[in-house]
């Protein structure tokens, strides 16, 4: 939660002001930031100054595991993100590759579970990161990643976070994930808990141990309409200690994942927080 809070305030107090021809809103910006999680100890890195609807988050990642394109496949199974980016921005609306309502196009855990191989065909790069994984191969390429920019026109959005890369060092599992950019009040609320959570989901299925999940954000920024709450209200406010994930041990594979597991196999302890903010939100 520190580190949530320093980087708030490092773009609050230093950030330079950018406009943004995609959404038509200026951000105020900063370059740069490394955040780690302390999976081994279970500090679950949940906003606590306001409320965070943090299942809608773990909820995302199940879905981009699986592969989801479709904001009606998210939603039902516990997740409302993707509606607007499916249905309501314009140049996706009139783009001719865009299959019908909630259709997402070719984005996150579609391409990377048929990532296109140039000679034909496709491979599925998560699947080859649990194989490996499981047998406590690390090839020091253990790279699930959404970013394929030849595809770009076929999909609602370009993936923001955009990289995965999982490490095996003594026994524990580590992880580093990439995010080009990054929305700090609404997005980044949901990206601190999807990087922890997929480092002990994968740690749980492969038979490793949890180590530590550095989560890299290149260009972090705060929208015009969302700086006066971010600065006057919940920057003044104190944070609680984290509170603990816990995972239903009964999840031991990636079937299980892909085929049974719902959003009653996670819950929280120790989860004390401030009143919610409703943060704008920039299609
Ligand atoms: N501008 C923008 N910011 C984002 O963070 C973002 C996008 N676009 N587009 C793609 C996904 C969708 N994401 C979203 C979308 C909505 C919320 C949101 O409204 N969160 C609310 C409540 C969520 C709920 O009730 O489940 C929040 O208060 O955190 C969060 C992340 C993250 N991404
Ligand atoms: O997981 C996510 C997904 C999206 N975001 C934010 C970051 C930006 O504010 C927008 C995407 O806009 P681009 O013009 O494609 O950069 O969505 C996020 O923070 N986390």
Redesign the pocket.
Known sequence: MKQYLELSRRIVEQGKWVE?E?TGKRCLTVINADLTYNVDSNEFPLITTRKSFWKAAIAELLGYLRGYSNAADFRAIGCNTWNANANDNADWLNNPSRKGEDDMGFVYGAVARNFPKPDGGSIDLVRKVVDNLSKGIDDRGEIITFYHPASFHLGC??P??FQHQFSILDGYLYLNSYQR???VPL??N??QVQVYTLLALMAQITGLKPGKAYHKIINA?IYEDQLELMRDVQLTREPFASPQLHINPKIKTFEDLETWVTLDDFSITGYEHHESIKYPF?V
Request: net charge positive; aromatic share 6%; proline share 0%.
């Open positions: 943004n995609r959005l370009r923001c976070m950019s990054c929305d997005g980044l949901f990206n920024h920039s």
